[in-house]
Nanobody, 120 residues
Protein backbone atom coordinates (compact mmCIF):
# COMPACT_ATOMS: atom_id res chain seq x y z
CA UNK A 1 0.00 0.00 0.00
CA UNK A 2 1.34 3.42 -0.91
CA UNK A 3 -0.18 6.83 -0.39
CA UNK A 4 0.52 10.36 -1.56
CA UNK A 5 -0.60 13.08 0.80
CA UNK A 6 -0.63 16.70 -0.32
CA UNK A 7 -0.58 19.72 1.96
CA UNK A 8 -0.05 23.45 1.79
CA UNK A 9 -3.04 24.62 -0.20
CA UNK A 10 -5.19 27.54 0.83
CA UNK A 11 -6.46 31.01 0.01
CA UNK A 12 -4.00 33.69 -1.05
CA UNK A 13 -4.22 37.09 -2.71
CA UNK A 14 -2.95 37.63 -6.22
CA UNK A 15 0.79 38.16 -6.18
CA UNK A 16 1.22 35.99 -3.13
CA UNK A 17 2.97 32.66 -2.65
CA UNK A 18 2.17 29.17 -1.49
CA UNK A 19 4.26 26.04 -1.09
CA UNK A 20 2.67 22.66 -1.70
CA UNK A 21 4.10 19.43 -0.38
CA UNK A 22 3.39 15.85 -1.36
CA UNK A 23 4.74 13.03 0.76
CA UNK A 24 4.72 9.39 -0.30
CA UNK A 25 4.40 6.71 2.34
CA UNK A 26 4.41 2.93 2.28
CA UNK A 27 6.78 0.12 1.38
CA UNK A 28 8.49 2.01 -1.42
CA UNK A 29 11.67 0.92 -3.13
CA UNK A 30 11.92 3.87 -5.44
CA UNK A 31 9.95 6.60 -7.21
CA UNK A 32 10.80 7.83 -10.67
CA UNK A 33 9.10 11.04 -11.78
CA UNK A 34 6.83 13.01 -9.50
CA UNK A 35 4.30 15.27 -11.15
CA UNK A 36 1.98 18.10 -10.15
CA UNK A 37 -1.30 18.49 -12.01
CA UNK A 38 -4.15 20.90 -11.48
CA UNK A 39 -7.80 20.99 -12.39
CA UNK A 40 -9.91 24.12 -12.37
CA UNK A 41 -13.73 23.95 -12.33
CA UNK A 42 -15.05 23.03 -15.74
CA UNK A 43 -11.60 22.43 -17.17
CA UNK A 44 -9.49 19.39 -17.91
CA UNK A 45 -6.69 18.33 -15.62
CA UNK A 46 -3.41 19.80 -16.81
CA UNK A 47 0.23 19.12 -16.03
CA UNK A 48 1.84 21.89 -14.03
CA UNK A 49 5.34 20.64 -13.28
CA UNK A 50 7.31 17.42 -13.17
CA UNK A 51 10.62 16.32 -11.73
CA UNK A 52 12.59 13.14 -12.29
CA UNK A 53 14.47 11.25 -9.61
CA UNK A 54 17.62 12.85 -10.99
CA UNK A 55 16.25 16.35 -10.63
CA UNK A 56 15.37 17.21 -14.23
CA UNK A 57 12.31 19.44 -14.37
CA UNK A 58 9.57 20.37 -16.79
CA UNK A 59 6.93 23.11 -16.50
CA UNK A 60 3.77 24.20 -18.20
CA UNK A 61 4.31 27.43 -20.11
CA UNK A 62 1.72 29.16 -17.94
CA UNK A 63 3.79 28.71 -14.77
CA UNK A 64 7.36 29.01 -16.05
CA UNK A 65 9.30 31.57 -14.08
CA UNK A 66 6.75 31.59 -11.26
CA UNK A 67 6.62 27.98 -10.00
CA UNK A 68 9.50 25.79 -8.90
CA UNK A 69 9.31 22.04 -8.38
CA UNK A 70 11.80 20.25 -6.14
CA UNK A 71 12.05 16.97 -4.30
CA UNK A 72 13.72 15.29 -1.37
CA UNK A 73 14.35 11.70 -2.42
CA UNK A 74 15.31 10.63 1.10
CA UNK A 75 11.86 11.73 2.29
CA UNK A 76 9.97 10.66 -0.85
CA UNK A 77 8.55 14.16 -0.93
CA UNK A 78 7.99 16.62 -3.76
CA UNK A 79 7.37 20.33 -3.37
CA UNK A 80 5.83 23.02 -5.53
CA UNK A 81 6.81 26.58 -4.69
CA UNK A 82 4.28 28.91 -6.28
CA UNK A 83 5.12 32.61 -6.49
CA UNK A 84 3.40 35.56 -8.15
CA UNK A 85 0.12 33.68 -8.03
CA UNK A 86 -2.70 34.73 -10.32
CA UNK A 87 -6.45 34.13 -10.06
CA UNK A 88 -6.17 31.76 -13.02
CA UNK A 89 -3.95 29.51 -10.87
CA UNK A 90 -7.03 28.68 -8.81
CA UNK A 91 -7.56 24.92 -8.99
CA UNK A 92 -7.31 21.66 -7.13
CA UNK A 93 -3.66 20.59 -7.28
CA UNK A 94 -2.88 16.89 -7.46
CA UNK A 95 0.35 15.04 -6.89
CA UNK A 96 1.09 12.01 -9.06
CA UNK A 97 3.84 9.40 -9.01
CA UNK A 98 3.32 7.32 -12.15
CA UNK A 99 6.15 4.84 -11.50
CA UNK A 100 6.37 3.80 -7.87
CA UNK A 101 8.34 0.62 -7.30
CA UNK A 102 6.88 -1.55 -4.55
CA UNK A 103 7.50 -5.12 -3.42
CA UNK A 104 4.46 -6.17 -5.45
CA UNK A 105 5.54 -4.30 -8.56
CA UNK A 106 5.04 -0.87 -10.10
CA UNK A 107 2.12 1.41 -9.32
CA UNK A 108 0.71 4.68 -10.59
CA UNK A 109 -0.33 6.63 -7.49
CA UNK A 110 -2.36 9.83 -7.07
CA UNK A 111 -2.87 12.08 -4.11
CA UNK A 112 -6.27 13.32 -2.96
CA UNK A 113 -5.69 16.89 -4.10
CA UNK A 114 -5.36 20.20 -2.31
CA UNK A 115 -7.33 23.35 -3.11
CA UNK A 116 -5.50 26.52 -4.10
CA UNK A 117 -7.60 29.67 -4.39
CA UNK A 118 -6.13 32.96 -5.55
CA UNK A 119 -8.26 36.04 -5.01
CA UNK A 120 -7.98 39.14 -7.17
Amino acid sequence: QVQLVESGGGLVQAGGSLRLSCAASGSIFSINAMVWYRQAPGKQRELVAAITSGGSTNYADSVKGRFTVSRDNAKNTVYLQMNSLKPEDTAVYYCNAPDVRLIAGWRNVWGQGTQVTVSS
